[in-house]
């Protein structure tokens, strides 16, 4: 009889040991690091579309900075694209754009229009940019004055100036708002012309974005935060990133050569097929390191709170993962 007790006893303990065995199992099934990874995954691929150019993020915007020959920020005196430019309507490269210069605040606006279709992607985008040139603290009306270069380029977005769209193929997007300002210092390196952009209020996207990976659909209504830190750019294109003339709009790279953007993604999410991860308010954070890539894709790592951390490459053409 006392060995029936026992050998009950002993069985109903082996039992509750496994029971308990089991369910620690299960929690780490379902645990942060398992579930919460895809959540970053999305974080990456709106993080992505507001680094690319074709979809007006920051790369478009440092392209536009840089771009001493072509573009209508830089005019210079006497020569150079704006060369005693006064037709403040121009068209070309940048789609449309308008230029305009104040002589009481030493400060040029530029509205720049850009559109285009192609079987994969589309995007339109509006950008108002207000920026002026200086030297030694000093402002001046062109990049080159009375044969003085700037050395300090000063630049903001205005935000009731901006709008656009963008998709792709895992992304649709609607900014609701895109504001920050930089200050570029003018260099010279083997005998090139660098920017070394640094930012002076954080870069600040809100946006409507629809995501689709992994058979699911939802919705990112987010907002994002981005500070450019000695982000050098050379100012020409890189040679490993070709032109492309697509839909009348002149698309091209430059490829920043080192420095880094951080910043932090918020998002409140809405699951309309795959509901596939518990989170629903969503911060990560993210750092960009364009000093250990080459070519046309930069490394961008993502962390957040019981989420695992992952790394991911961004096409700085497309904007899109890779």
Not at 27 to 44: F, G, I, M, R
Not at 206 to 231: E, F, M, P, Q
Not at 296 to 315: C, K, M, P, Y
Request: charge should be neutral.
């Amino acid at each position: 009889m006392n060995r029936k007790i026992l050998f009950s006893l002993f069985s109903v303990l082996l039992i509750g040991t496994l029971l308990l065995l089991t369910g620690c199992k299960n929690d780490d099934a379902v645990s942060p690091t398992a579930t919460e990874n895809l959540a970053s995954e999305d974080a990456a691929n709106v993080i992505a579309g507001e680094v690319g150019t074709e979809s007006g993020g920051v790369n478009d915007m440092l392209s536009d900075m840089t771009d001493f020959h072509n573009s209508p920020l830089f005019a210079h005196q006497g020569g150079g694209f704006g060369g005693g430019y006064q037709n403040p309507v121009g068209t070309g490269r940048y789609g449309n754009y308008t230029r305009t210069y104040d002589p009481a605040t030493q400060t040029w606006t530029v509205v720049i229009e850009a559109t285009f279709q192609n079987p994969v992607r589309s995007a339109s985008w509006r950008r108002e940019y207000q920026y002026f040139f200086s030297k030694n603290g000093t402002k001046q009306q062109f990049f080159i004055t009375n044969g003085v270069m700037a050395d300090k380029i000063t630049f903001t977005i205005v935000e009731n100036g901006c709008s656009g769209q963008f998709t792709n193929p895992r992304v649709s997007h609607q900014l609701t708002a895109l504001r920050g300002s930089a200050e570029a210092t003018v260099g010279i390196s083997n005998g090139d012309t660098l920017l070394t952009v640094n930012s002076l209020t954080p870069r600040y996207r809100a946006g409507i974005d629809s995501v689709k990976i992994r058979g699911g659909l939802r919705t990112s209504n987010h907002n994002l935060t981005l500070t450019l830190t000695n982000v050098v750019v050379p100012t020409r294109l890189d040679q490993r990133l070709p032109e492309q003339n697509i839909g009348g709009r002149r698309f091209r790279n430059v490829r920043p050569i080192s420095g880094t953007i951080s910043g932090t993604y918020n998002a409140f999410m809405t699951f309309q097929r795959g509901d596939a991860y518990s989170e629903r308010e969503v911060t990560r954070n993210f750092t960009i390191d364009f000093g250990a890539t080459t070519g046309e894709s930069v490394n961008v790592e993502i962390t957040g709170i019981n989420a695992a951390r992952l790394r991911a490459r961004i096409h700085l053409q497309t904007g899109e993962l890779l």
